[in-house]
């Protein structure tokens, strides 16, 4: 036939799909190590938005002893305060006896869900509590 015929020789040392191989095999870990950071970052911006409508909330009580309906006040300023959390879910409480120099105390709970992969890790309720002097 006069030609030659070239016969290619598989190197059995050679690494390629390496990469791709352990790629597909962190894949999953990172993508649960992000997934679980988003998690975190939203359950604590909620901590944060809870905690500062608590604070709004009880400073609007702490001079509000001679309004007509004191705790009425105090938990409107929390909700409104709360823009970012659902209203619905959120439960606040004012304990006080509205006497100039009694203490006023605010406490506040948000329900929370950490959720990886549709799984629920952990579930239960933020509380914020602020105490304050009646003016």
Same mark, same amino acid.
């Given at each position: 036939?006069?030609? %030659?015929? /070239?016969?290619? $020789?598989?190197?059995?040392?050679?690494?390629?799909?390496? *990469?791709?191989?352990?790629?597909?095999?962190?894949? @999953?870990?990172?993508?649960?190590?992000?997934?679980?950071?988003?998690?975190?970052?939203?359950?604590?911006?909620?901590? $944060?938005?809870? *905690? #500062?409508?608590?604070?709004?909330?009880?400073?609007?009580?702490?001079?509000?002893?001679?309004?007509?309906? @004191? @705790?009425?006040?105090?938990? $409107?300023? /929390?909700? #409104?305060?709360?823009? #970012?959390? #659902?209203? *619905?879910?959120?439960?606040?409480?004012?304990? %006080?006896?509205?006497?100039?120099?009694?203490?006023?105390?605010?406490?506040?709970?948000? @329900?929370?869900?950490?959720?990886?992969?549709?799984?629920?890790?952990?579930?239960?309720?933020?509380?914020?509590? *602020?105490?304050?002097? /009646?003016?």
């Amino acid at each position: 036939m006069g030609g %030659s015929a /070239v016969i290619k $020789q598989h190197d059995i040392r050679s690494e390629r799909g390496q *990469t791709m191989a352990e790629f597909a095999i962190v894949l @999953p870990v990172l993508m649960l190590v992000v997934f679980a950071v988003v998690q975190l970052g939203i359950l604590f911006n909620n901590y $944060q938005a809870l *905690t #500062d409508a608590v604070r709004a909330g009880a400073r609007v009580g702490a001079v509000s002893r001679l309004a007509p309906d @004191p @705790p009425g006040a105090t938990v $409107q300023k /929390v909700k #409104d305060a709360a823009a #970012d959390l #659902d209203a *619905t879910k959120l439960n606040v409480t004012v304990a %006080s006896g509205w006497n100039h120099g009694d203490d006023l105390t605010v406490t506040a709970s948000y @329900p929370y869900s950490l959720n990886l992969l549709g799984l629920v890790v952990k579930a239960g309720s933020l509380t914020s509590k *602020t105490v304050e002097r /009646v003016e």
